[in-house]
């Protein structure tokens, strides 16, 4: 279509160029005459494209195959240009507004072969080159998608170790002091740790179920600072449909309840606030603890890796010192709502 499309553009040009040419030099030409032989020469290429694209893809030209396939080229070019030629004279010779008085239809290939043959190559020439550019292109393009895809899958691997890493770490805390909290948290852990797993090669998952994983997570963590730990979550209808990285949430939360809660005696909150911003998603953990320690920013595994996942879906993550104490983790990602 799109080939189509374009031959009709450039033959529309080419027949403006030539009535208002000949108009300046005070030969006026019919619009009929000179569409009558201008569109079907692009039209006809238009309809060789696929074929030349075909052989464009088929015999790429790069450093180490142009001695070898240089000639397909030529030879493919010297045939389409003569198929080309033979076929606009196929199709122009019965045309009465052509104004062709009584040539013979042979003779009329003939001259047009030998007429049309030099931009007729220089065509071919042409479209070759603009199928190894968007081939090209295409290549460029999967393989950024591939090497984004890898970086994202080797960053899931070294979620997962870490995640059960630190949730061990928690339980072997608790056991040899509250052995019944830590029954419920063995088996609160096998119901995250059964649908983490069920999760296994997803790589983005709308809000509502990044939600309901971290609510396994925060039970898991309740049982652990028993009523020290309040946890509020607001995320309203229009953003539970928005896509994010899976499980890129927990880490984020992890980090606000290691570092804001356990490091305090008293009681301590972590806020979940999720909103659309325009064509982008903002979720905001908040926790009230002492704040970074010396206004740094923390670089443990799982911030990393959050930081990274985010930023390979073209989203952010930013973690800054609150005004009125503790820490604010941002994430901003573009909002879609499919993977």
């Known amino acids: 279509m799109w080939a189509f499309i374009a031959a009709t553009l450039v033959g529309l040009l080419f027949a403006a160029q030539w009535v208002l040419a000949s108009a300046a030099v005070g030969r006026p030409v019919a619009w009929s005459y000179v569409l009558a032989w201008v ?16 052989i464009a893809r088929r015999f790429p030209v790069g450093r180490a195959t142009w001695r070898r396939v240089a000639p397909v ?18 199709v122009t010779w019965p045309l009465p507004w052509a104004d062709i008085d009584h040539v013979p239809l042979h003779v009329l290939a003939r001259n047009l072969v030998g007429k049309k043959g030099l931009s007729n190559l220089l065509v071919y020439a042409l479209l070759a080159g603009a199928a190894h550019a968007v081939a090209a292109r295409l290549r460029a393009s999967r393989l950024e998608s591939q090497l984004a895809r890898a970086q994202i899958a080797a960053l899931r691997l070294q979620l997962h170790p870490h995640f059960l890493f630190n949730a061990l770490h928690t339980l072997s805390e608790l056991i040899h002091r509250d052995a019944r909290a830590a029954d419920q948290m063995v088996t609160r852990l096998g119901d995250l740790l059964r649908a983490v797993l069920d999760g296994d090669g997803v790589e983005a998952v709308p809000l509502r179920r990044e939600i309901e994983l971290l609510e396994r997570y925060i039970d898991i963590e309740r049982v652990r600072f028993h009523d020290r730990l309040t946890v509020d979550i607001d995320a309203p ?28 005696p008293g009681a301590g909150r972590v806020e979940l606030r999720a909103w659309r911003e325009g064509d982008q998603l903002i979720v905001v953990i908040r926790d009230d603890g002492a704040g970074l320690a010396g206004g740094e920013s923390p670089s443990g595994i799982g911030l990393r890796n959050s930081r990274a996942r985010l930023e390979a879906l073209g989203g952010r993550l930013t973690v800054v010192d609150r005004e009125s104490g503790g820490v604010e983790a941002r994430v901003t990602l573009p909002f879609r709502t499919s993977p």
């Not at 020469?41 to 694209?53: G, Q």
């Open 39 to 54: 569109l079907p020469e692009w039209l006809l290429w238009a309809a060789l494209a696929p074929l030349v694209f075909a």
């Open 73 to 90: 080229h030529v030879v493919a070019a010297v045939v389409l240009a003569g198929v080309h030629a033979v076929a606009f004279a196929v």
């Open 237 to 264: 209808p229009d953003c539970l449909d928005a896509c994010v990285p899976y499980l890129v949430l927990q880490p984020l939360v992890e980090n606000a309840i290691r570092h804001g809660i356990a490091a305090r």
